[in-house]
């Protein structure tokens, strides 16, 4: 195993890591917005209103966003541990 390999194994766990939690930030961030929106439109400014809906929308998305998530990472898995083999 050089460096190339290694360094090629770490860029494809950052992707990885990136496409398995970018649904999830990526709903939180979208829901997030929209109450800043609805706040700042209405002049609510309670700090609490904002927990309960980015909460209920991040859970439901990992819901959602789970088989796709579980799947990617056991790809990920079994092509890392057909490297290791390859090189035992």
């Known amino acids: ?3 190339v390999t290694i360094v090629e194994v770490g860029r494809e766990a950052l992707f990885i890591i990136l496409k ?3 649904p999830i930030m990526l709903s939180g961030l979208i ?3 929209i109450i800043a929106l ?3 439109l209405t002049t609510i400014q309670e700090m609490t209103l904002t927990f309960v809906p980015k909460i209920l929308v991040i859970f439901v998305a990992i819901i959602v966003f789970l088989p796709f998530m579980m799947t990617t990472v056991v790809e990920f ?3 890392l541990f057909d490297r290791m083999i390859a090189l035992g």
């Open 77 to 79: 898995a079994q092509r």
């Open 31 to 33: 829901i997030g917005l």
């Open 20 to 22: 398995t939690a970018g």
């Open 38 to 40: 609805f706040q700042a």
């Open 1 to 3: 195993m050089n460096e």
